[in-house]
């Protein structure tokens, strides 16, 4: 007679922050008790201790987020905590103290007790870095990666405008991009954001809100333009921005954080020579992101780039934080779920 065999599946139970409906995040967003089985192949199981926050957050509530169906769905793009559960041939184990990337498009996010962390996009925390840090890190800087080396490389030497640059995606360009020898101007809309990206490394910073952006720039490049913009805003500043462009320059297209993006004129394109590159921060090939993430990590043990932590939320208060990414201070948001 055959022998039967009883696999034993670990389950991991607590609560999690998810989307029930679109609208206000503070009406739409509830906490569950859910539970999470064994992480599929290229995941594993984290016990979240922190989560960081964006305007993503803000699209997905309204149900504008172009990568998600309807709810009901788990919110929280990345997320930091030691491993608990790994598949089979991971190159993982439990106990491990990781970062990386939630498997939100999937419908598990990081705003949980517990969360599903792309198994490609984990890295083992850095003995430096705090756990605000790190919940913080990976979308921001794994953006910043794909805009400024993958698909619209900055040179050493060459200026580098970055929109939004107190924000998630802004500021962990400027860092990116000093680090890969880039003059860094920083724009950005109050004078706490101008001396918040200065403290980041900006060469130079201008408010958007109160000083003639054109004329600023024109100034600081000696009437040269810039060499390539990273634009996470859209809307009018970016336009603004563009008509400062050099020739041959280019415009890394991230987002819109204003609600449009930025409108384009292939005429205009033609007639001055410039290039508008679209950004999105998907995965390649397993072994790309090693190489990827592997940079990151080192950069960041250097202390060439960290985590632009701004305000840090209690568990309890993730609807408010999302909330409040609509207008967000200077930093990274983050979300504190659990000590070690
Ligand atoms: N392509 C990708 O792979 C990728 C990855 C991550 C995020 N994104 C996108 O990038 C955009 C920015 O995300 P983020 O997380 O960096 O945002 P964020 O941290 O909220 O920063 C956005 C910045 O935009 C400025 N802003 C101007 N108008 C705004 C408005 N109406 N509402 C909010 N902010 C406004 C704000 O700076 P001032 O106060 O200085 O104006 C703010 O600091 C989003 O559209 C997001 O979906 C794309």
Redesign the pocket.
């Known amino acids: 007679m055959p022998q039967l065999t009883v696999e034993r599946v670990q389950k991991f139970s607590g609560r999690a922050w998810r989307l029930v409906k679109f609208g206000d995040p503070k009406e739409a967003i509830e906490l569950r008790e859910m539970t999470w089985g064994a992480p599929s192949p290229g995941q594993v199981l984290i016990r979240v201790r922190t989560a960081g926050a964006?305007?993503?957050d803000v699209?997905m509530a309204a149900g504008q987020f172009p990568l998600l169906g309807d709810p009901p769905f788990g919110l929280g793009e990345e997320a930091a905590g030691e491993i608990v559960a790994v598949p089979p041939g991971s190159r993982f184990a439990v106990g491990e103290q990781v970062m990386g990337i939630t498997e939100f498009l999937e419908g598990w996010g990081g705003y949980a007790e517990y969360a599903y962390v792309r198994e490609g996009s984990a890295i083992r925390i850095p003995a430096a870095m705090t756990d605000e840090q790190a919940g913080g890190f990976p979308?921001?800087f794994r953006?910043a990666y794909?805009g400024l080396v993958e698909r619209a490389p900055v040179e050493a030497g060459q200026t580098l405008l970055v929109?939004?640059?107190?924000?998630?995606?802004?500021s962990t360009a400027l860092q990116l991009g000093k680090a890969l020898g880039a003059t860094v101007i920083a724009v950005?809309?109050?004078q706490e954001?101008l001396e918040f990206c200065t403290s980041h490394g900006a060469d130079h910073v201008v408010n958007?809100r109160t000083d003639d952006l054109t004329a600023r720039i024109a100034e600081i490049t000696d009437g040269r333009g810039v060499d390539l913009i990273y634009d996470?805003?859209g809307?009018e500043?970016a336009a603004t921005a563009l008509k400062s462009i050099a020739r041959n320059g280019r415009i890394a297209l991230?987002?819109?954080?204003?609600?449009t993006p930025v409108p384009l004129d292939s005429m205009d394109m033609l007639l001055r020579n410039y290039t508008a590159v679209g950004?999105?921060?998907t995965p390649g090939s397993p072994e790309a992101e090693a190489t990827i993430w592997g940079r990151l990590a080192e950069l960041a043990e250097q202390g060439a780039i960290t985590t632009p932590v701004g305000k840090v939320y209690e568990f309890q208060d993730v609807p408010q934080m999302i909330a409040e990414?609509?207008?967000?201070g200077a930093g990274?948001s983050v979300v504190r779920v659990a000590s070690k």
């Open positions: 964006g305007f993503p699209m979308i921001g953006t794909a929109l939004g640059a107190a924000g998630s995606s802004g950005a809309g109050s954001k958007y996470p805003v809307g500043t991230i987002g819109l954080a204003s609600g950004v999105l921060a990414q609509t207008a967000p990274k």
